[in-house]
């Protein structure tokens, strides 16, 4: 037996995603951190490069990935406890560590219990496969994250059972809740908090406003839920995220470590009894080692600091620097999408052209992402910047010179 057949078929099946401009680029290999260095901001070097890039494509907000306290955390962790959990939860694999990062992240987003995953991305799932049954009815933003939309399939949700709002249109979410047939017992209402392809905000004071006009009509109600990957720990006067910039907070909150906090994994936080309901319904809880223990040492640590007076510093250089930048673009009359988050988007609405920044970016030190079609809509062509903390005002002023040069 051998695999040449399939192979020969999968062959096929690639260069049809590459015809289709579907195919993602071969990965850049990071070799080296080159920490801060008087005006300048940290530097990365990939294999096979010389340059030293600075990063705008990365989702680690805080810039806590490299921060002291969060290695000698996660080394303390490692050396205490090991490596790795050695089984699942169920079965002997929670650590204290485990616990403890549970009892903070619900702390720090004000909410009863919290269950932690290995990423975002199985925490939606996981929400899925523990709140829903046969009479439950999703409604979800249309621009929401792929997590989200995985989350929604694997759950066995008849295509009946589910709505599709447009992009942050009230009108139209009342449009789908209206639509919602009375049979349903159950509706639960899921969006992004910031949508991370454009840096906008989720309107969750009216869309908890609106989902509360329609409670009464449902057995169980009808749920709000955040994925709030790109806005916890970057967003709001404190960092808590969309809902402490919209004083308003959904029923469910899921969020990430992988990204303000500079760590890895995901979680649920919730009512006490949803949260028990997830460990006893999520397979992508039960059936699976959880994180390290060196992760939760060092999501602690990120947590604590961004609680801080230092948190709150690295918040206000993240929003200054995102104003530079901001006001940088539009200094040169470049066309963006406005709003506070530190996801810019350059709206490029051109294939050829968002290819040729990029590697004119690239070959001036500059890592960026490209969103091409069929990623976004053709005509919204678009760059990607993402501003960190530890971008310096001299970097930026970098990257918008260069933007300033682009022809
Ligand atoms: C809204 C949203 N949810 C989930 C994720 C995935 O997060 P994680 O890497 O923790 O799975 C992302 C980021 O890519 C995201 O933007």
């Known amino acids: 037996m051998s695999t040449s057949k399939l192979d020969i078929s999968l062959t096929q099946e690639l260069e049809a995603l590459a015809r289709e401009g579907r195919a993602k680029s071969p990965e850049r290999i990071i070799e080296h951190y080159i920490p801060p260095k008087g005006e300048l901001g940290p530097r990365y070097k990939l294999v096979g490069n010389d340059t030293e890039f600075i990063r705008l494509n990365s989702n680690s907000y805080l810039s806590l990935s ?10 303390k962790a490692t050396r205490n406890f090991g490596v790795g959990p050695g089984a699942v939860r169920f079965i002997d694999g929670t650590f ?3 616990v403890l990062l549970e009892k903070r992240v619900a702390k720090f987003v004000a909410k009863p219990a919290a269950k932690i995953f290995n990423s975002a991305y199985t925490s939606n799932c996981g929400l899925a496969l523990s709140i829903s049954n046969k009479k439950t009815h999703w409604i979800g933003d249309q621009l929401n994250h792929n997590s989200i939309i995985r989350a929604m399939r694997i759950s066995n949700i008849p295509s009946a059972n589910k709505g599709i709002f447009k992009h942050n249109d009230m009108a139209d979410l009342k449009r789908r809740l209206d639509e919602v047939s009375p049979d349903m017992e159950r509706v639960v209402v899921i969006f992004d908090g910031i949508f991370s392809m454009r840096g906008d905000c989720a309107p969750i004071n009216e869309i908890k406003t609106i989902c509360k006009a329609y409670d009464s009509k ?3 109600g009808v749920i709000t839920v955040v994925d709030d990957s790109h806005g916890i720990g970057a967003y709001g006067d404190t960092g808590r995220g969309t809902s402490d910039f919209c004083h308003a907070a959904p029923d469910i909150i899921i969020g990430t ?4 906090f500079g760590v890895n994994g995901g979680f ?7 949260i028990e309901s997830v460990r006893q319904k999520a397979d992508t809880y039960i ?6 223990v060196a992760d939760c040492a060092a999501a602690v640590k990120a947590i604590d600091i961004c609680d801080s007076a230092e948190g709150l510093e690295l918040l206000k250089n993240l929003k200054q620097r995102t104003a530079q930048f901001r006001q940088g673009l539009e200094r040169l009359g470049k066309e963006s999408i406005p709003g506070p988050h530190p996801v810019v988007p350059l709206m490029v609405r051109d294939t050829q052209k968002t290819h040729q920044l990029v590697k004119y970016l690239f070959d001036h030190g500059v890592l ?3 969103l091409t079609f069929p990623v976004v809509p053709k005509g919204d062509e678009t760059i990607r910047f993402q501003i960190n903390a530890c971008h310096t005002s001299a970097d930026i002023d970098y990257v ?6 682009f022809q």
């Open 66 to 75: 490299n921060h002291g306290e969060l290695t000698a955390a996660a080394d």
């Open 96 to 98: 204290i560590h485990h």
């Open 218 to 220: 449902f057995k169980d």
């Open 257 to 260: 470590f992988g990204k303000a």
């Open 268 to 274: 649920i936080a919730a009512s006490k009894t949803i």
């Open 287 to 292: 059936y699976t080692n959880p994180l390290s």
């Open 368 to 370: 960026v992402v490209g």
């Open 400 to 405: 918008i010179e260069l933007l300033n040069n």
